[in-house]
């Protein structure tokens, strides 16, 4: 199994940059693809990005494509998102998750997750 903690998240104003980090502890991260997922209030959880074991390849909302980009550290087990250009309908609590999928852009298809970060923009 994987834990996995999220940090970085806090209150930006439109258009600013936000980084999220996401620790994993347990077995070996390069064993586990990569996810986050947002959740705004009164909405259903979202597919953010996603990334493969090795970093290789990536994956992206239509929403956040070219504002979002996700990275992982296996030497350091941990995945970032880094976000910019950020928009009020951007806030939502994120959430990392990890899979032994080569890669999911579904919630169902990761069985670990983080307890999420609080990430707010003020328009």
């Known amino acids: 199994q994987v834990q996995l903690v999220e940090s970085g998240g806090g209150l930006v104003q439109a258009g600013d940059s936000l980084g999220l980090s996401c620790a994993a502890s347990g077995r070996t991260f390069s064993s586990y693809a990569a996810g986050w997922f947002r959740q705004a209030s009164g909405k259903e959880r979202e597919f953010v990005a996603a990334i493969t074991r090795m970093g290789g390849s990536t994956y992206y909302a239509d929403s956040v494509k070219g504002r979002f980009t996700i990275t992982r550290d296996n030497a350091k087990n941990a995945v970032y998102l880094q976000m910019n250009s950020l928009k009020p309908e951007d806030t939502a609590v994120y959430y990392c998750?990890?899979?032994?999928?080569?890669?999911?852009?579904?919630?169902?298809?990761?069985?670990?997750w983080g307890q999420g970060t609080q990430v707010t923009v003020s328009s």
């Open positions: 998750a990890a899979t032994n999928r080569l890669y999911g852009l579904r919630g169902s298809e990761y069985p670990y």
